[in-house]
């Protein structure tokens, strides 16, 4: 994405701008692309993270026809964020056949109505081909100021931090809907794990720790090596977060998610100073398993974290 953007001019645009149309308050928020040999306004749209019906709409084109050398203006992320949406957790789906609205809307964890907001559809009709723009609940909160963070914070206060070990942050699913650190640690301690919770985080699903509750594990404290992986040298060098719940048949709680992003925004900021790698479980080579369940929005994670 980062290399792509390169190619693109920002640019102030005034209202007769080659006769373009666009609401007043994305002039400042707009860029410009050049359209190069082999582009489609699809392509174009993946790349930047909108959709064609927007592209269309800030360009006046009424067809995907487009010629080379052509400028185009491009919506920033500001026209997401006009129809309530965190464009950082946003994502495009390209419609398949035999996908309807209800599909993936239930596919990816939201509403039919949030999926129709965040691309300017009234109706239910999609094609085969389409790009959709799909908003990840991860990234709104049922209470967005809430701070699920402190108690991590303060208790990592007293922890010096091994920077140059942590490489890689893999997000797991417990399988199961009961567990807390206590709990999880005295298993896997019974199951050989000498230094107990295989996992450096964990976080509560409401059952026996609170929603979206973040709970410390012995070896981020201790800032020892995993034992979340079968993988040695991965374990050596990866940060586990296990989310408590079963994601192949339920959904992460909205609060859960709330927490999960604190937690990364803060483990690739502040904790670590550096953008680690991210994976699901189930994406690291060798790794066979469902983790995190399909029902984790991993896609949109990635999406964030990359």
């Given at each position: 994405?980062?290399?792509?953007?390169r190619?693109?001019?920002?640019?102030?645009?005034i209202?007769?701008a080659?006769?373009?149309?666009?609401?007043?308050?994305?002039?400042?928020?707009?860029?410009?692309?050049?359209?190069?040999?082999?582009?489609?306004?699809?392509?174009?749209?993946?790349?930047?993270?909108t959709?064609?019906?927007?592209l269309?709409?800030a360009n006046?084109?009424?067809?995907?026809?487009?010629?080379?050398g052509?400028?185009?203006?491009?919506?920033?992320?500001?026209?997401?964020?006009?129809a309530?949406?965190?464009?950082?957790?946003?994502?495009?789906?390209i419609?398949?056949?035999?996908?309807?609205?209800?599909?993936i809307?239930?596919?990816h964890?939201i509403?039919?109505?949030?999926?129709?907001?965040?691309n300017?559809?009234?109706?239910?009709?999609?094609?085969?081909?389409q790009?959709?723009?799909?908003?990840?609940?991860?990234?709104?909160?049922?209470?967005p100021?809430?701070?699920?963070?402190?108690?991590?914070?303060?208790e990592?206060?007293?922890?010096?931090?091994?920077?140059d070990?942590w490489q890689r942050i893999?997000?797991?699913h417990?399988?199961?809907k009961y567990?807390?650190?206590?709990?999880?640690d005295a298993?896997?301690r019974l199951?050989g794990m000498?230094?107990?919770?295989?996992?450096?985080?964990?976080?509560?699903?409401?059952?026996?720790a609170?929603?979206?509750?973040?709970?410390?594990?012995?070896?981020?404290?201790?800032?020892?090596?995993?034992?979340?992986?079968k993988?040695?040298?991965i374990?050596?060098?990866?940060?586990g977060?296990?989310l408590?719940?079963?994601?192949?048949?339920?959904?992460?709680?909205?609060?859960?998610?709330?927490?999960?992003?604190?937690?990364?925004d803060?483990l690739?900021?502040p904790?670590l100073?550096?953008?680690?790698?991210?994976?699901?479980?189930?994406?690291?080579?060798?790794?066979?398993?469902?983790?995190?369940?399909?029902?984790?929005?991993?896609?949109?994670?990635?999406?964030?974290?990359?």
């Amino acid at each position: 994405m980062h290399s792509t953007r390169r190619q693109f001019t920002r640019s102030a645009l005034i209202a007769s701008a080659g006769g373009i149309l666009l609401p007043p308050s994305l002039w400042a928020q707009a860029i410009t692309y050049k359209v190069k040999k082999g582009d489609t306004l699809g392509k174009i749209a993946l790349h930047l993270n909108t959709s064609t019906s927007e592209l269309q709409r800030a360009n006046n084109l009424n067809s995907d026809l487009i010629q080379v050398g052509q400028k185009l203006i491009i919506p920033a992320s500001g026209d997401t964020n006009q129809a309530g949406y965190n464009s950082i957790a946003m994502s495009t789906y390209i419609v398949v056949k035999g996908d309807t609205l209800g599909q993936i809307a239930q596919r990816h964890g939201i509403s039919v109505n949030e999926l129709k907001a965040a691309n300017n559809l009234s109706r239910d009709l999609i094609l085969v081909g389409q790009n959709l723009r799909i908003p990840a609940n991860a990234a709104r909160q049922t209470t967005p100021k809430e701070d699920l963070m402190a108690k991590v914070r303060a208790e990592t206060a007293r922890t010096k931090i091994q920077r140059d070990k942590w490489q890689r942050i893999v997000v797991h699913h417990s399988a199961i809907k009961y567990g807390n650190v206590e709990k999880y640690d005295a298993a896997h301690r019974l199951r050989g794990m000498q230094n107990g919770l295989a996992y450096h985080f964990l976080i509560g699903n409401g059952i026996d720790a609170g929603d979206g509750e973040i709970e410390i594990g012995p070896r981020w404290q201790k800032q020892q090596p995993g034992g979340h992986v079968k993988n040695h040298l991965i374990n050596q060098t990866a940060i586990g977060i296990c989310l408590i719940g079963n994601f192949e048949k339920t959904h992460p709680s909205k609060k859960q998610l709330a927490a999960f992003t604190q937690l990364m925004d803060w483990l690739r900021g502040p904790a670590l100073g550096k953008k680690v790698n991210f994976s699901g479980h189930r994406e690291l080579k060798g790794e066979q398993t469902v983790c995190p369940g399909k029902n984790f929005p991993l896609a949109l994670m990635h999406a964030r974290y990359g």
